[in-house]
């Protein structure tokens, strides 16, 4: 069992380090909205990390802090803004610790509702952080509104559709 929760926390780390390193590639979305590349890995981190708590919650916060660190090592040695950088820690630590105190209150629920309850707080907290840390002064408004609008729609339905995928297969509803 402790090798599953050692396996999704490398993953989450692995995600999260790559999704600073592509954080300022954008993609316009067809209509309204863009997305910076790392969202699509970002989005996953949502829930991978909630598949953690079954490890307890020193775990989880253990495995946030490995990753907040391991971004701002690899940042700095890739030489990301400073502004880039300060936008992640912050993100990481403020938007998993809510998101990890939302799904331990929501623990007697089923699994789909522990995710959805938790990704409501954290995904959005996590948009705004960043974007607006990382993208404030330096991209006109119009870009940074696009920026949340499109993030955040991203990383619900990444996050929606890690989710759904549970021991290699898609579930609705498991405890």
């Known amino acids: 069992m402790k090798r599953q929760y050692t396996i999704n926390a490398i993953i989450y780390i692995l995600a999260t380090l790559g999704a600073n390193y592509t954080a300022a590639w954008f993609i316009p979305f067809p209509i309204f909205g863009q997305v910076a590349v790392g969202t ?5 981190t949502f829930t991978q990390r909630d598949r953690l708590h079954g490890a307890g919650r020193k775990w989880v ?10 971004n701002v090592l690899m940042s700095a040695a890739l030489q990301v803004p400073l502004r880039i950088i300060l936008a992640s820690f912050l993100a990481i630590a403020l938007a998993e610790t809510a998101d990890t105190e939302v799904y331990q209150k929501l623990m007697r629920y089923p699994w789909l509702t522990r995710v959805a309850g938790s990704n409501a707080v954290s995904i959005p907290l996590d948009t705004l952080l960043f974007t ?7 991209l006109p408004l119009w870009e940074i509104v696009a920026l949340l609008f499109g993030e955040t729609v991203t990383k619900f339905a990444i996050g929606a559709i890690a989710a759904l995928w549970k021991d290699g297969k898609f579930v609705w509803q498991t405890s």
């Open 132 to 138: 607006l840390i990382a993208f404030a002064g330096v």
């Open 61 to 70: 916060y253990g495995t946030i802090a490995a990753a907040a660190l391991a």
């Open 40 to 44: 699509f890995i970002f989005g996953v």
